[in-house]
Structure formats: structure tokens, C-alpha cells
């Protein structure tokens, strides 16, 4: 019984790697970049499209609330920073932890702004994307969401650690 399974099984394998050459895998053939004798091969440069003006504005306004969230979590960091270390040594459900769990909550909620602008940038990159790829005239401008995205990241990031510095000072349930 066994021996038919393995014979049935040794059949499939060897069906899968059966092939009848019309497939339309690539060409393993040497590529002009490998023998291109060590000089570098460059993609051209695309030209920047004009600048969209209402995609820039778009762009500004929410970079701005990005940064008006991180002003808000920042006036807001020493009052969490406060709690959490009188609430160090705390036991857990005490008064003292349950007030440090609340200033971290309302410091977290805090960064909404920021959180927002970040994902309507990354919204607004992918939807330039799709454009791009769809030769859309309306595709110009992906590098200054890029350069944006980028920006907002660098401000949720330093939120992130802020925030997990200060629930790591507390004794966890």
C-alpha cells in the first residue's frame, strides 16, 4: 500500500518538472549589464513633471498637521513622564500605575494628528502610484509625497519610541 502512494507520489514530482519549452519564463542568456566590462549602467533621468500646485498644497497641509501632533504630544510628554516615574515601583491596578496608564493613553491619543497625516500621505502616495503606472498626466509629484511620507515617518517613529520607553517603566499585568 505504501509503495503505491510513493509511486503515485514520485509520478506527481516528476509531472511538475515536465515542461514543454513554450513557457514564457525569462532568458537566461547574459544580460547587457553583465558584460558591460565593469562600466556602470545608469537608468535615464526622468524629468519632474510640472508642479501640481493643489497636490502641493495638499502635501503642506497635512505635513503641518503632522507637526502640529507632534507639537501636541511634546507639551504633553512631561506630564506622562512624571507619572510613569512615580508610578515605577507601583503594583499593578494601583492608583499610582493606573494614573501612568492614563497619561500614556491620553499622550498616545495625543499623535492622532500625526498618525492621520501620515497615512492620508501614504494614501496619497499609492493612489500617485497607480497613476504612474496608468501613464496618468496627473502622476508628477510621487518624490515630494515621498520626501514628505518620509518626513512624517521620522516624527511617528520618535513618538513610538517616547511612547514604548515609558509603558517599559511600568510593571505589565
Known sequence: MKLRAYIQMLALFLAGCASNGSGSYPSLAKRPVESSNGAAVSAPVSQPGPVDTALEREVNGLMDKARAGAAAFDAHVHD???????????????????????????????????????????????????????????????????????????????????????KNRLRTP
Do not use: C, P
Open 80 to 166: 506622562a513622564e512624571q507619572r510613569v516615574a512615580a508610578a515605577k515601583e507601583s503594583a499593578i491596578s494601583s492608583e499610582a500605575w493606573v494614573t501612568a496608564q492614563v497619561a500614556i493613553s491620553n499622550l498616545d491619543s495625543e499623535r492622532y494628528d500625526s498618525v492621520f497625516a501620515l497615512a492620508s500621505l501614504d494614501t496619497l502616495y499609492v493612489n500617485r502610484l497607480k497613476a504612474v503606472t496608468a501613464n496618468d498626466a496627473r502622476s508628477s509629484g510621487v518624490d515630494m509625497i515621498d520626501r514628505a511620507r518620509g518626513d512624517a515617518l521620522v516624527i511617528i517613529d520618535r513618538q513610538n519610541d517616547i511612547l514604548d520607553a515609558l
